[in-house]
């Protein structure tokens, strides 16, 4: 974020406003009376009157320097969705509150005359769908480049900074998946309006995530003391990663590694995990991790991480497998999860099962989504 993050909440006179909004609409605005005091100091917590025209503004100014895109402590503070490591146990909570109360709206006007942009440079179906979706249902419009890659103009070569500067003129908020890990950052940093991460390549996808952890908890009906086994391609697949820094929120919880050696978990995620004091352990027994597991989190090998490694995507493909022996093993409260889309590692009968909870997975994806998107451009 810019130095929008100045302001840590504004009361308008004609509602509440976000805090990055309503810096940046105010930043264009001409003040008869602006008065800033040095910030940093014993100062920084003084009161500053904005006062302009026919508007007035009431506004709590906090810490100046750089105020994270969340803040601990009562309603959280909320401009942007980068990573998974931003969210603490509290925010989890109100947000999946948000989303509950989601669930049971069919239409709303509530983000009437708000636009949402969607810039996805790598493909997508249901991250894409479910937000384009949410929008609609809350009232709002979409402008929409489903491969940006190949038709905008960062064929042409336009940098990233000057595309997001671009699109922001033409949107209130900006729904972006990128093949660079980091990119999201890079955006968050441009933008004057709230950015949201779909997917950075291998590095993160924090609103899975948060559906996942949703999922979970609605499934299982606890987050705290349960087991979980992340499957498959735990090297590129941005979703396990994001999952992990999540669950690390939650008490004496334990995660299991099952991966062909060719894609195990980066050690960096090991690394925070012990940091946090979350139990781990990489396996290469399927069978046993799933029938201890409150949650088998299978996940595809991305072929199109491997470049011109085929012989090492071959290698790690089809060595796990989620079946009706998996399941024969798995306990009767488990679920079965996966971010989708899925090839053969999950066979099309588990479906039937009703432990099979990757289609409500999906549809968890749009509730999580409208409660962000209403989060971000109208606050709590």
Not at 65 to 76: A, I, L, T, Y
Not at 226 to 247: C, E, F, M, P, Q
Request: charged residues 25%; proline residues 3%.
């Amino acid at each position: 974020m810019a130095a929008t993050s100045l302001l840590s909440s504004c009361c308008m006179h004609m509602g509440m406003a976000p805090p990055k909004m309503a810096a940046n609409y105010l930043s264009s605005q001409p003040f008869d009376h602006l008065k800033l005091r040095s910030f940093g100091g014993p100062e920084s917590s003084e009161k500053l009157k904005l006062l302009h025209k026919g508007d007035e503004f009431l506004c709590r100014v906090a810490q100046v320097e750089r105020v994270p895109s969340f803040s601990v402590g009562q309603k959280f503070q909320l401009d942007d969705v980068i990573e998974a490591q931003q969210f603490d146990r509290d925010t989890l909570g109100a947000i999946f509150e948000v989303a509950r109360n989601m669930e049971n709206i069919e239409r709303s006007q509530i983000l009437k005359g708000y636009l949402m942009a969607t810039l996805f440079y790598e493909p997508s179906t249901r991250t894409r769908l479910s937000f384009e979706s949410a929008m609609k249902r809350l009232g709002g419009e979409v402008l929409t480049t489903e491969n940006a890659r190949e038709f905008s103009s960062a064929a042409k070569g336009e940098t990233l900074e000057d595309t997001i500067r671009t699109v922001e003129g033409y949107s209130d908020i900006i729904v972006m998946r990128h093949f660079e890990s980091g990119a999201a950052k890079r955006a968050a940093v441009t933008a004057g309006i709230p950015v949201i991460n779909a997917g950075d390549g291998p590095g993160e996808h924090p609103t899975q995530a948060l559906l996942d952890v949703y999922t979970i908890e609605r499934e299982i009906g606890k987050l705290d003391g349960i087991k979980v086994g992340l499957v498959g391609d735990l090297a590129n697949g941005r979703t396990v990663r994001s999952l992990a820094y999540l669950l690390a929120k939650y008490k004496d919880v334990k995660i299991y590694f099952v991966s062909p050696e060719v894609v195990k978990m980066k050690d960096d995620i090991k690394y925070y995990l012990t940091s946090k004091g979350v139990e781990w352990e990489e396996s290469g027994d399927l069978m046993e991790v799933a029938s201890k597991c409150d949650v088998v989190y299978q996940t595809r090998i991305q072929k199109e991480r491997f470049g011109e490694r085929f012989d090492l995507y071959e290698e790690a493909r089809g060595k796990y497998i989620v079946n009706q022996d998996v399941l024969n093993v798995m306990q009767k409260h488990a679920v079965v999860m996966h971010p989708l889309p899925r090839l053969d590692e999950i066979t099309v009968d588990v479906d039937d099962d009703p432990r099979a909870a990757y289609f409500r997975q999906a549809k968890n994806g749009l509730y999580i989504r409208m409660a962000l998107l209403k989060v971000l451009l109208l606050g709590w």
